[in-house]
């Protein structure tokens, strides 16, 4: 419910749906969707803030501080950062080039959305750069160097590419 949003500050929204537990981070989460986000990721303040936390230690006068959490819970494909949205198009339009196929052929574009939302991917067995477009599906990179580092070693180690 909307009453959860307690506070708003320059980076990050704070809730409470337990009436206990403080939550603060940069979207608000209720009943599986989004009810709340800012543009941009706020992970490198909470974790300075978290390291302060951790330096003063507990005392009765402030907050106690349990840990940094991400949460994935039903998370939209809009609700990711950007980059990474675009480094998951790189790995489907690699799945595409080297797979001679499309993601799950036959099927319509709501179908799909629904598998991907699901976190259901078409098999990669047999591919030369699987572990290229897995990382990219599953968030392992954090820019497109590092994935194009590895598509470039991927591919002149895979027997048949690159001659």
């Not at 974790?47 to 009765?60: F, R, T």
Request: glycine share 10%; proline share 3%.
């Amino acid at each position: 419910m909307w009453w959860s949003i307690i506070g708003m500050g320059g980076f990050a929204f704070v809730s409470c749906t337990d009436e206990k537990t403080v939550l603060k981070g940069h979207q608000v989460w209720e009943d599986g969707k989004i009810r709340a986000s800012f543009e941009e990721s706020c992970e490198e303040e909470l974790s300075k803030e978290a390291h302060i936390y951790k330096l003063l230690g507990e005392h009765p006068q402030i907050l106690k501080f349990f840990r940094l959490e991400e949460v994935h819970t039903g998370r939209s494909f809009e609700a990711r950062p950007r980059i990474k949205r675009e480094l998951f198009a790189l790995g489907s339009g690699l799945y595409e080039i080297v797979a001679w196929a499309r993601l799950f052929p036959g099927s319509n574009e709501d179908d799909i959305q629904e598998r991907l939302s699901d976190e259901v991917f078409p098999s990669l067995e047999d591919l030369p750069i699987r572990n290229v477009i897995h990382g990219c599906w599953n968030e392992l990179y954090d820019n497109a160097v590092c994935s194009g580092t590895v598509v470039i070693i991927g591919l002149s180690t895979s027997r048949g590419c690159l001659g």
